[in-house]
């Protein structure tokens, strides 16, 4: 992937958590040779029973056909991690790479936070690509190790060619009350398993000069972003 750079970003809601109002969120990264990176892929389509909290909207493939995507178009899918929420639909993309921290996906393997969705994360090893620590994936697009809300949680640092630098903190911060080196009680989820995470890409921020944050579930931000079929580029 060397040889190609970031040209363009969606954002997907595909579902939510009602009573908590909150967004549950995809990502599309277009490069300028036409690949297709999809960034987490949402619920499942069917909801374990413990899982009544969430609702299924839109799906992914849903979504991405309103751009006239299909799965065999995506090429890699970035897993943040393995969540419910965030690799629902990791299974639906038949020739795509994913991308997934070594750490994250080694400790899934026996941690039963991760096992309702083994049979969407666990790909073949042919089909894995993991890294180690902080990433770049190809010019324009690092993978940010953040654990804290869980081992091998990654971020995604986008450079496009308009709207700049972009960073997508996912689950290390997922709301922006929290974006702030002293957090109020409850802006973090993950409370002091997050400070670390939070600290490096507060950091990454200021070094990169990030024009636009955007976090997890926040969905005061959620209503003010542009929403597929628009797009940042």
């Known amino acids: 992937m060397n040889d190609t750079t970031v040209q ?6 595909v579902g939510s958590m009602p009573d908590y109002d909150i967004p549950i969120v995809c990502y599309l990264v ?29 799906d992914v493939v849903q979504q991405l056909a309103r751009i006239g995507l299909t799965p065999p178009d995506i090429d890699t899918v970035i897993s943040t991690h393995y969540d419910i929420d965030h690799a629902g639909r990791h299974a639906a993309f ?27 994360w ?8 993991p890294v180690d620590g902080d990433t770049t994936l190809l010019p324009g697009l690092d993978l940010i190790e953040t654990s804290g809300h869980v081992t091998g949680h990654q971020s ?22 929290g974006f702030t080196p002293d957090p109020p009680q409850g802006s973090l989820p993950d409370g002091d398993r997050a400070l670390p995470g939070l600290h490096k890409l507060l950091a990454i921020t200021g070094r990169e000069q990030v024009q636009l944050v955007i976090f997890g579930h926040d969905q005061a931000q959620w209503a003010t972003l542009k929403q597929l079929p628009g797009h940042y580029s």
């Open 30 to 58: 277009q490069t300028t040779d036409g690949r297709n990176i999809l960034i987490d892929t949402g619920l499942p389509e069917h909801l374990p029973e413990d899982a009544a909290d969430f609702r299924n909207g839109q």
């Open 94 to 120: 038949p020739n795509a790479r994913y991308v997934v921290q070594r750490a994250h996906h080694e400790d899934a393997a026996t941690n039963p936070r991760f096992a309702p969705l083994r049979d969407q």
């Open 8 to 13: 363009r970003l969606y954002l997907m809601q």
């Open 156 to 177: 995604v640092l986008l450079h496009l060619p308009q709207t700049g630098p972009v960073l997508l903190t996912v689950d290390a911060v997922p709301f922006a009350a």
């Open 122 to 129: 666990d790909q073949p090893t042919g089909r894995l690509d």
